[in-house]
C-alpha cells in the first residue's frame, strides 16, 4: 500500500516520478484563466485565520457540505469561523474521490506543512496550528502567489472596470505580472435586468454616448482597447453554446432597443443577438492579438429559492447538455473565412463534448500560432482525476497533445495553486503510463520538451509571444 500523499502521489512507475520530479514539479505557473481580485492582491491584506483563506466564497465547499446536511449557516451563513471549518472538516471525511480531498491536502501541506489528515478529530488541533502559522506571517495575497512559483495570472474583468488596482500592481513593482482579461458577460446577456444599468456604466466608461448596437460596440472597442494598453492578452465568454442565428444590423438595432426599454425579447432574438455579437468580438479579439477562450456548457442558478436568498455564484450551477457542433463550426468558420480567427480556447463543462471539440480544433489550426485553436483543461465540475485524465487522453487522440497549453484554477482562492501539481501529476501519470507500456519511447529530450511545455513553457509562449 503507497502512503498517503507522499512525495510520488499519483506517480506509479519510475518513468512517472522521473517526469514529475524533473521536469513538472519545479516549472512556474501561469495561470491564464482565475478570479482573484486585483484589489486584494494590491492591499495585500493578510487573513486572520484559515476560515479566512479556505471558506469565504468557496462554493465547491459548499455544494459537498449542503451534501453532508449542513444547514445553511455553516455554508454562507452566520456559523463562527470555527464552526464552518469544522463543518468542513467533517465533509472531506466523506469526500473520498472528491478532488476536494485532494486539494485541501495539498494546500495543508503545502503552504502549512501540515500532514495530518484533516477529519472532525483533527479539525480543531489543525485549526490552531494554521491559524499560528498564519499569525506568524507569510499568508498575505502576495506572499501566497510568490510562494507558489506563479509567473503572471490573469484576473477577469469586466470591460467597465477601471483596472485602477492593476495599474497600481504594476506600478508597486510586484514581482508577478498581474493582466487583465476581458470577460464581456454583461454586453452578451441583454436580457438580463442589469443590462441598461452596465450600458450607462458603459458609457462612463468609453466617455460616449449609448444609444445604439453600433454605439454600443464603437464604446467597446474602445475599451478592448484600454484593456490592451493595459497587458490584457485574454478575454473570456461565457456562453451555454453557441447558437448559429446570422442577423442583419437593421435587426440587431431592433434588438438592441427592445432590450434597453427592458422589454422580452424572443429565443430567437437572443440568439441573432448574441450570435452577432459573439462575431463582432472574436473579429474584434484578432485585430489586438487577444485569446479568445470560450466557456460552454454551464447551467446556471438552478436554485431559484437560494438565488433569492444568497444570489449568484454560490454552489448551485451544474452542466448543460446542449447541442453544440454545427453553431460553433459555423461561428468559428465565419470568422476564419475573412481571415479574422483569434487564437482561441475551446472549454466544455459537458464530457459529452470532449470528442467534439477535440474534432472541432483541426478543422481551424494555422500557422499564426502552434496548436492556435486549444482544447482548454478540465474545468469546473470536470477538473478531477478522471476529467483531467478524459481531457488529455482525448486531446492526444484526435490532436497534439504536446501542444497544449495546460491547466488554469479558474479559482477565487490564493490557495489554489497546487490544482497545478495536482494537473502535473495526473499528466506525468499517463504520459509516463504510455512510456512504460511500450507506446511511445522513453526519449528524455521529447519528454522533457512536452512536459515543460504543457506546464508552463506553451502557456507563456502562446498569450505573450515568449519563448
Given amino acids: 500500500m503507497k502512503p498517503f500523499m507522499d512525495k510520488d502521489f499519483l506517480l506509479m512507475g519510475e518513468v512517472q516520478q522521473k517526469l514529475f520530479h524533473s521536469y513538472a514539479e519545479n516549472q ?4 491564464w484563466h482565475c478570479h482573484l481580485s486585483a484589489k486584494e492582491i494590491f492591499e495585500n491584506k493578510a487573513p486572520e485565520n484559515i476560515y479566512d483563506l479556505w471558506l469565504t466564497g468557496d462554493h465547491y465547499k459548499w455544494r459537498a457540505m449542503r451534501s453532508c446536511g449542513f444547514d445553511e449557516k455553516y455554508c454562507t ?6 464552526e464552518k471549518f469544522e463543518a468542513f472538516a467533517q465533509t472531506l471525511t466523506l469526500a473520498i474521490g472528491n478532488p476536494l480531498f485532494h486539494w485541501s491536502h495539498l494546500e495543508l501541506q ?3 506543512g501540515i500532514k495530518k489528515v484533516l477529519s472532525k478529530e483533527t479539525a480543531e488541533e489543525i485549526w490552531n496550528e494554521a491559524n499560528e502559522k498564519i499569525a506568524a506571517g507569510g499568508f498575505t495575497p502576495r506572499e501566497l502567489i510568490e510562494k507558489s512559483n506563479v509567473f503572471a495570472l490573469c484576473t477577469t474583468d469586466d470591460p467597465c472596470d477601471s483596472l485602477q488596482w492593476h495599474e497600481k500592481i504594476k506600478n508597486d513593482g510586484f514581482s508577478v505580472k498581474v493582466l487583465p482579461a476581458f470577460r464581456p458577460d454583461k454586453a452578451l446577456n441583454p436580457d438580463s435586468p442589469v443590462f441598461a444599468s452596465w450600458l450607462s456604466d458603459l458609457e462612463k466608461a468609453a466617455e460616449t454616448k449609448i444609444e445604439s448596437y453600433e454605439e454600443m460596440c464603437q464604446a467597446l472597442c474602445k475599451r478592448m482597447d484600454f484593456f490592451k494598453e493595459m497587458g490584457c492578452c485574454a478575454s473570456d465568454q461565457a456562453v451555454e453554446s453557441v447558437v448559429y442565428a446570422p442577423a442583419e444590423k437593421n435587426e440587431l438595432e431592433e434588438i438592441f432597443k427592445k432590450a434597453g426599454k427592458g422589454e422580452a425579447l424572443s429565443e430567437e432574438e437572443l440568439n441573432k443577438y448574441r450570435y452577432e455579437t459573439l462575431l ?3 473579429r474584434e479579439y484578432f485585430k489586438r492579438g487577444f485569446a479568445m477562450e470560450l466557456h460552454l456548457g454551464a447551467m446556471r442558478n438552478n436554485n431559484q429559492r437560494k438565488f433569492n436568498s444568497i444570489g449568484a455564484d454560490t ?4 452542466i448543460a447538455d446542449p447541442q453544440i457542433a454545427f453553431g460553433l463550426s459555423r461561428f468559428l468558420d465565419n470568422l476564419d473565412k475573412d481571415g479574422l480567427l483569434p487564437k482561441t ?3 466544455c463543462l459537458n464530457p459529452k463534448d470532449n470528442y467534439v471539440l477535440g474534432t472541432m480544433l483541426g478543422n481551424f489550426q494555422s500557422s499564426e500560432a502552434k496548436s492556435k485553436i486549444q482544447f482548454g483543461s478540465a474545468w469546473w465540475f470536470c477538473d478531477n482525476y478522471e476529467g483531467m485524465k478524459n481531457q488529455m487522453t482525448t486531446l492526444a487522440n484526435l490532436g497534439v497533445l504536446g501542444a497544449f497549453v495546460g491547466m488554469v484554477t479558474d479559482s477565487r482562492s490564493f490557495l489554489s495553486y497546487p490544482r497545478h501539481e495536482y494537473f502535473r501529476r495526473i499528466l506525468c501519470s499517463l504520459v509516463g503510463s504510455w512510456v512504460e507500456n511500450g507506446m511511445y519511447p522513453y526519449d528524455e529530450k521529447a519528454l522533457e520538451e512536452i512536459i515543460k511545455g504543457i506546464s508552463f513553457d506553451n502557456s507563456k509562449k502562446y498569450f ?3 519563448g
Fill in 110 to 112: 503545502r503552504y502549512f
Fill in 280 to 282: 463582432f468580438f472574436g
Fill in 315 to 318: 454552489g448551485f450551477d451544474s
Fill in 464 to 466: 505573450l509571444g515568449e
Fill in 345 to 347: 480556447i475551446l472549454f
Fill in 28 to 31: 512556474p505557473i501561469f495561470d
Fill in 77 to 82: 451563513g452566520n456559523a463562527t469561523p470555527f
